[in-house]
């Protein structure tokens, strides 16, 4: 199924479709490899193009009227006596904040009272003045399916087996460590966890952390300095880029997913050397992620591979929404591809997805792993994982790795991406993303709509999320759907039908093709 | 008037026909501006020379990187295993199979293995399950958090708190939520290894100044404000900021926070204050630094502190006034791009902040057992204890350094000789990568205040001895 999408330009848009592994690894081509990145159609880029700017001038308007105390100002001040400081904010800056993120605020940090699983309770808010003043009704929206949640396996509950375990280990251990791994916060259950995990990724060893986004910041300024090269994707996550603007590399991005852009970089890397001197790197990192949340894309793993092998790179993989996610027994995207977790040289992933708990880790080969154990500055200075989180990550880990539950999770999560993803797409979503991930994003492009999309799903009884500017490029708003093995068929059904409705009253049938769908 | 005109031309074309040499110069150079006008820009060629794929590929096999770890047993023989602790962290501690008093967690008020925390724990787990699975914005906000982000302000009188799910990404994240490129930042040089990260991250010019030394900091801002003089149009965009500490987790001193606030409205600098070591333990309620001085929290900016030392928990809060802290929930990197603070964290501090209300007289004991302590250990023949003399969280270090490798050593004698016979310290653990690589090795010791006045005097024997075998061992070798 290759469609003939050219690669168009239209606002921001990339629109490439492939099938197969551009090339590298034939071999390993046992799946389709279907990504899907349909271009904004025009007219919808001029229409968000042309909302953006009525608000822009509204919001002008209304900046002015509140300078000149026509319209009451609502936000917070500066300290009559700091006065005479310089300004702490820079006057544009907080711009699209007052004009544009606070209208819709209802629709993000909506407070939950309940365990994030399959259906969330909300609590309901009212806002006014615009969005400057919020109340609690006193409401509690019950038993709203949750969409939005990253809960892909379904291990957010509040009662069985997981929760049993953690409640126990909670009333042996307590609930806090107050000290580093290196001083004396190192508890036998974080050793078993580590070993468990090594064990289930079948790689050497392993090092946990108490913060996924810790591990990245903490850990790449160990593996690389100075006189070092990273090249990172353009969709990476924030935590990766403040790891990488840490260690003081150079850092060189490459276009999403793009191996030939990729390729070339990493040519001019090895044979051009460091700016000006022209002397060798000492090494080069590429950093890629398993799983682009917000793209739905999946890392072209094989085309990295084979990069990185013939440029002698070495290569960091962030699996923050791909281990538990992808793969037959969740291990991941090497599972995905049929590639052994050996060949990658650095494979970090995070607990909070799909074990339901908190924190990261860092796995590979026993040179690094006990590096990290004495350099890592999280393990210096951070404090240890809580021991009833890492109890949950031990019992989630052995549910999905032994058992047949884990399996049947496993499967959920799959068959419900694939039902979920082909309904989207046959109401006539533009569904952004690779077939099997779990993140599902759709194009609603108009900054109007940002807000309708999730009052109306809220409405409906769905909790979604939806995304705009600064999150995405400008034009390319979308709502986030996210998976989870927790959700039944039912619930699946009743979500494509609101989303349908939704699509009605909203027009968000924007794909030219409404026979991808096949 | 044409014939005039005509007249003219016909004069000018015979003189032209008169010197033809003249007019084909001209004509030429005509063309020439003609040509210069309407060609290409000429590209100027690269000064290296495009390689052929050839040459390439041998300079790729040629390269040759260096590895990515050092080799296991290089690693292993420069550094210490880590020690292990079976069980709860709590005022006895089971490390390394000996049964030891723990001197060396920062659990000033014996709230881990609480059974008040313990309940609230267990009630949040079959309330919420363990984690929060979103980031603050995508139904990651728990009413829970809502909850302690509130008692939080009103515990600490502020206006507003902001919750971050981990201690260490707390700083990092909220100096470069405010501070960015082109901003002065004046640091004191002892500050930790979290709050450098986060002077690192917000990209701003960091001046350090002497540690605690107020005559240093003075002098600094007095060249900064001369500079704005001869520039005033820059400095009106450039924002200035000081970061201190409440109790420097690096050396166990105190900030001279009235000549710091006297110094912020002098120069115009705004103030942050990282209270991790001092929140829960300074002032009358346990409201840190500023209560300990009587000053009013809305003269400091920013107050940055951890929930992982005195509430037992996990995360780290910001508390401030609405304008400052409010910009924090969607401009701070930690806070939007992260997961928030599992429920059962959140419970568990909530509960500590609610057990510390009730007993307020909870802190004024913690000092008065740090400073009993210290004293009990200041007689010690050798070691030079360093720290303000209520603080519960104080450093050890030799009297008389020799080298750097051989204080760590004799510190580590130390704390291995106390292990064994039940008292169980540390030494400071630190990097290569902090600012001030030159400090000097140390023991940091906190006291809890669950530990009596028995247990100290018998903890400080145990020290002592120590101390005294390890010299003595030291002068055989």
């Not at chain 1, 046992?30 to 953006?52: C, D, R, S, V």
């Not at chain 1, 800056?93 to 993120?101: G, Q, V, W």
């Not at chain 1, 390729?263 to 001197?277: A, C, H, I, M």
């Not at chain 2, 987790?249 to 209270?275: A, H, T, W």
Request: net charge positive.
């Amino acid at each position: 199924m290759s469609g003939d999408f050219k690669l168009e330009k239209n606002g921001n848009a990339n629109g490439k479709i492939f099938n197969g592994l551009n090339g590298h690894q034939p071999d390993l081509d046992k799946k389709a490899f279907q990504e899907n990145f349909e271009p904004t159609p025009l007219h919808a880029a001029i229409l968000t193009y042309l909302g953006y700017a009525i608000i822009t001038v509204f919001g002008f308007i209304r900046d002015l009227m509140r300078k000149y105390h026509i319209e009451k100002l609502h936000a917070a001040t500066e300290d009559p006596e700091m006065k005479d400081f310089v300004p702490l904010y820079a006057s544009f800056e907080s711009f699209y904040t007052r004009n544009m993120y606070n209208r819709i605020q209802d629709v993000f940090n909506r407070p939950v009272c309940s365990v994030p699983g399959a259906t969330i309770d909300i609590v309901e808010r009212k806002f006014s003045n615009s969005g400057w003043t919020s109340e609690y009704t006193g409401k509690v929206l019950k038993n709203v399916i949750n969409l939005g949640s990253y809960n892909y396996l379904g291990f957010a509950e509040n009662e069985g087996t997981c929760t049993e375990a953690a409640i126990v280990t909670a009333k042996k251990y307590g609930a806090g460590v107050c000290s580093s791994r290196q001083e004396i916060g190192n508890q036998d259950i974080h050793m078993k966890l580590e070993q468990t995990m090594a064990d289930y990724l079948d790689v050497e060893a392993c090092i946990i952390f108490g913060m996924g986004y810790a591990t990245n910041s903490t850990n790449i300024p160990c593996l690389v300095d100075k006189s070092c090269l990273i090249l990172s994707d353009g969709l990476n996550h924030a935590s990766l880029v403040l790891g990488c603007r840490l260690s003081g590399a150079t850092i060189r991005v490459f276009k999403h997913n793009d191996m030939e852009d990729l390729e070339r970089k990493l040519s001019d890397g090895v044979v051009y050397g460091q700016p000006r001197t022209h002397r060798p790197w000492k090494k080069i990192l590429i950093i890629v992620e398993g799983v682009y949340s917000m793209e739905g894309s999946i890392v072209n793993l094989p085309g990295v591979l084979a990069l990185k092998k013939k440029y002698k790179a070495y290569l960091y993989l962030d699996e923050a929404h791909s281990i538990g996610a992808l793969g037959d027994h969740g291990r991941g995207v090497t599972e995905y591809f049929g590639i052994h977790a050996s060949e990658v040289d650095i494979m970090m992933g995070t607990f909070t997805k799909s074990f339901g708990a908190a924190g990261g880790y860092i796995a590979g080969n026993r040179a690094l792993v006990e590096h990290l154990r004495a350099h890592s500055h999280s393990a210096c200075y951070a404090t240890s994982m809580s021991p009833p989180v890492c109890q949950q990550i031990l019992t989630s880990l052995s549910i999905i790795s032994g058992t047949e539950e884990g399996r049947n999770r496993i499967k959920q999560l799959a068959k419900n991406s694939k039902t979920f993803r082909q309904g989207l797409k046959k109401i006539g979503y533009i569904v952004y993303g690779n077939d099997d991930s779990p993140v599902v994003p759709t194009m609603i492009y108009l900054p109007c709509k940002i807000g309708a999309y999730g009052r109306e799903m809220l409405q409906r009884g769905f909790a979604v999320v939806v995304v705009g500017f600064p999150a995405t490029p400008i034009v390319e708003s979308r709502v986030r759907f996210c998976m989870s093995a927790a959700l039944t068929d039912e619930q699946i059904e009743k979500a494509l039908k609101a989303a349908e409705d939704v699509a009605r009253v909203l027009k968000l049938d924007y794909s030219a093709d409404k026979s991808l769908s096949c | 008037m044409d014939v005039d005109k005509l007249w003219i031309v016909n004069e000018a074309i015979q003189s032209a026909l008169q010197t033809p040499y003249h007019v084909i110069f001209e004509g030429l150079l005509v063309i020439w501006i003609l040509r210069l006008i309407f060609s290409k820009p000429h590209k100027i060629p690269d000064k290296e020379e495009k390689l052929t794929a050839k040459e390439k590929k041998e300079l790729v096999d040629l390269w040759k990187p260096e590895p990515l770890a050092p080799p296991v047993e290089k690693t292993l023989a420069e550094t210490r295993p880590y020690r292990l602790v079976n069980g709860q962290v709590g005022k006895n501690i089971v490390i390394n199979g000996h049964k030891c008093k723990n001197f060396a967690s920062l659990n000033f008020l014996g709230l881990v293995g609480n059974k008040r925390v313990d309940d609230k724990i267990e009630k949040c787990i079959q309330n919420y399950g363990v984690g929060t699975c979103g980031p603050r914005t995508f139904y990651g906000t728990f009413d829970i958090h809502l909850e302690l982000e509130k008692k939080l302000a009103e515990f600490m009188g502020a206006e507003e708190a902001v919750i971050y799910s981990y201690g260490f990404a707390t700083v990092l994240s909220a100096i470069p939520a405010y501070a960015k490129k082109g901003d002065i930042i004046f640091a004191d040089e002892a500050v930790s290894f979290a709050v450098q990260k986060g002077l690192q991250g917000s990209r701003s010019k960091v001046v350090y100044f002497k540690h605690n030394d107020m005559d240093d900091l003075e002098d600094k801002l007095k060249q900064q404000e001369k500079m704005d003089k001869k520039d005033p149009k820059k400095a009106a965009v450039v924002r200035k900021f000081m970061v201190v500490e409440g109790i420097y987790m690096n050396s166990g001193q105190i900030c001279d926070l009235p000549k710091l606030v006297e110094f912020k409205y002098k120069y115009k600098v705004r103030l942050f204050v990282e209270e991790s070591l001092s929140f829960g333990v300074l002032g009358k309620h346990g409201r840190g630094v500023t209560e300990h001085f009587n000053i009013p929290i809305s003269k400091v900016d920013l107050v940055i502190a951890c929930m992982e030392n005195s509430l037992a928990s996990g995360g780290g809060f910001t508390c401030g006034r609405h304008y400052v802290a409010g910009s924090q929930r969607l401009s701070a990197v930690g806070y939007v791009f992260s997961v928030s603070l599992p429920p059962l964290l959140a419970g568990a501090a909530l509960e500590g902040l609610k057990i510390s209300e009730e007993n307020p007289e909870i802190f004024a004991r913690l000092r008065q057992k740090a400073s009993f302590f210290q004293n009990l250990l200041k007689g010690i023949k050798g070691i030079k204890l360093v720290g303000y003399p209520e603080s519960p969280c104080f450093h050890l270090r030799r009297l008389h350094p020799v080298t750097p490798e051989k204080d760590l050593e004799f510190l580590h004698d130390v704390v291995d000789k106390c292990e064994k016979n039940g008292i169980c310290i540390t030494v400071a653990t630190r990097t290569k990568a902090e600012v001030l690589s030159e400090w000097p090795a140390s023991i940091r010791i906190a006291v809890s205040v669950q530990m009596s006045e028995k247990c100290l005097k018998e903890a400080a024997k145990v020290i002592c001895h120590a101390v005294k075998e390890a010299f003595a061992e030291q002068r055989k070798s």
